[in-house]
């Protein structure tokens, strides 16, 4: 399966898509998806700095890496799909290590805020 790769995403590209398939030899033939919703929740970046997190998913232990730090009040919040809370902490240098080892696996919510201004929300999967 081929992927559909859109150069210069934005998030001007959220929207309602549906997908056609054709063969050209089939030509009568056209399949379509359903009704799709494309959301831009992150784009990996703050300003012009692009933010990696790696490995993801992990088994709890995972690197948030920046080109440049962002700022001196620059800080993640981690939750649960559920909203609750697990980690609170302070982006200190442009390559943070973070070790929620003691958790359990899931899908867990990562954000970026630099004051209260959030900067990126991106989705972690812990697995053990």
Do not use: W
Not at 16 to 39: G, R
Not at 88 to 93: A, D, E, F, Q, S
């Amino acid at each position: 399966m081929d992927p559909l790769i859109i150069e210069n995403f934005s998030a001007e590209d959220k929207g309602v898509y549906i997908c056609k398939i054709t063969n050209p030899q089939l030509p009568d033939l056209m399949l379509e998806s359903e009704i799709f919703h494309l959301m831009v929740t992150s784009l990996n970046t703050i300003g012009q700095n692009v933010v990696k997190i790696y490995p993801n998913p992990s088994i709890g232990q995972f690197t948030i890496n920046f080109d440049k730090l962002p700022g001196q009040s620059t800080r993640v919040e981690i939750s649960g799909i559920d909203g609750k809370l697990i980690y609170l902490g302070k982006i200190i240098n442009n390559q943070q290590q973070i070790n929620l080892q003691n958790i359990k696996q899931g899908m867990y919510l990562l954000k970026i805020f630099d004051n209260d201004k959030l900067y990126g929300t991106y989705k972690m999967m812990i697995s053990k």
